[in-house]
């Protein structure tokens, strides 16, 4: 079974700093991750994904992520934080289910706010 | 392209009361998805569609029903709504479905309040 942790239900940031997001998942199969992002009031949206290949992962907004097999993380980064990328971010794992196809597992979320 | 889309936006229901959320796509995916959203726990699948006329159960299934009325829309159905169903409701679709490297394309969400 998949299983996706985040750590720390909300990140503060100041404008123009670092973003870290932390992304840990557990998988008996070889994972894809993704992470996603939310705007207030809005559905998610893909951020980026790791399937196979590079290990270091970019995405939309100047995000990237690096897959780490050895310490099965999957932590989300931006040099500079913007008050646009206030936000809630999830992280995700795709797992093959015999069932039914494709299965998301989720992680619970981390809410990041920007502070000017 | 619209996307995926849902309706209604918001929805207040009296416990033991029924309805319909829809949503439908129109990106010609084969597999569509419904979640529900609850704060600290991400988003749970509560029904699978992998093509049309099939559907499957998620994690949370129970006191919900389904219907792949065709490829596009993917309804689902709350019977006797109790206020543990309050919560915020997303629709997603991907092409091709069962194939884990398939990115998930998501609705803007219906939330419901079940008092």
């Known amino acids: 079974a998949q299983s996706v942790t985040q750590l720390g239900s909300h990140v503060s940031v100041s404008e123009g700093a670092l973003v870290l997001l932390r992304c840990n998942y557990s998988s008996s199969v070889p994972p894809y991750l993704f992470w996603y992002v939310q705007y207030p009031n809005q559905g998610l949206q893909l951020l980026l994904k790791y399937t196979t290949g590079a290990t270091l992962v970019k995405g939309i907004n100047g995000f990237e992520a690096e897959f780490k097999k050895s310490e099965t993380s999957f932590h989300l980064t931006k040099p500079s934080a913007h008050m646009s990328d206030a936000a809630e971010y999830f992280c995700?794992?795709?797992?093959?289910?015999?069932?039914?196809?494709?299965?998301?597992?989720f992680g619970p979320g981390t809410r990041l706010s920007v502070l000017p | 392209n619209a996307g995926v889309t849902q309706t209604p936006k918001f929805q207040v229901l009296k416990t033991g009361q029924s309805m319909t959320l829809q949503c439908a796509q129109d990106m010609n995916h084969n597999s569509m998805y419904w979640y529900r959203q609850d704060p600290g726990m991400g988003l749970r699948l509560i029904y699978y569609s992998a093509s049309e006329g099939t559907t499957d159960k998620g994690e949370v299934p129970n006191g919900y029903n389904v219907s792949r009325l065709n490829k596009r829309e993917f309804s689902l159905r709350l019977e006797s709504a109790a206020p543990s169903q309050t919560s915020v409701y997303f629709c997603a679709s991907s092409e091709r479905g069962g194939v884990s490297t398939d990115t998930q394309y998501f609705g803007p969400g219906t939330r419901l309040t079940v008092l």
């Open positions: 995700a794992v795709s797992a093959h289910r015999d069932n039914y196809g494709q299965n998301f597992v």
